[in-house]
């Protein structure tokens, strides 16, 4: 999803539920089903050893299957507001804020399971050099997670796309320039030649007393 002005950075949205679970209404998770996993294949692991979550989760009425989803819960969690937090930080003034996408875990809770973060592409009108700095700076935010989204690759793709744009347009101000500075220093010395030959350059008048 991309604008003319803005461009989302983020990560995918994950649901860690299995696909007959409702992510609004923990109860409806299987109780007899892990998570990407058979009931036979989870039936061969071995036993985790109960901690004071595990005590605390089970008090609120959660089994093994509701705990496997609520640790994959928090582990997405921690990963989605890792990825925007760095996109954000180092989009810094052309960054937006971080867009979450939630799920209810098994305990209520929610948690981010997918986010965003809005980044300015527009190029800076009339100033390739600052829209060459501006898309450095949109192109380092789009992939600075450790694991940029196939979003986050083309925003840096479009941010480079518009530097390379800029780029051509200040080589071409830039030649502009020096063909104009070289047209003047042309004229400044034949004017020199002229004076020197005691020929007045074209267009001045001589006054005698």
Known sequence: MI???SSPLGTATTSVFPASANPSNAS???RNEVPG?????AAKEPARKPTDTDAAARARGLDEADLKVLSE???RDREVRAHEAAH???GGQYAGAVSYVYQRGPDGAQYAVGG???IDVAPVQGDPQATIEKMRVVRAAAMAPAEPSAQDRAVAAQAMQIMLQAQTELSQEMAGSERA???QEASEAYGTVARMDGDEPAGSTS???
């Open 37 to 41: 996993q058979s009931a036979a294949s």
């Open 28 to 30: 409806s998770v299987p």
């Open 3 to 5: 604008s003319a002005v």
């Open 207 to 209: 006054v005698t007393a």
């Open 181 to 183: 500075g070289a047209r």
């Open 73 to 75: 819960l928090k582990a």
């Open 116 to 118: 965003e973060v809005s």
């Open 88 to 90: 954000q930080s180092v």
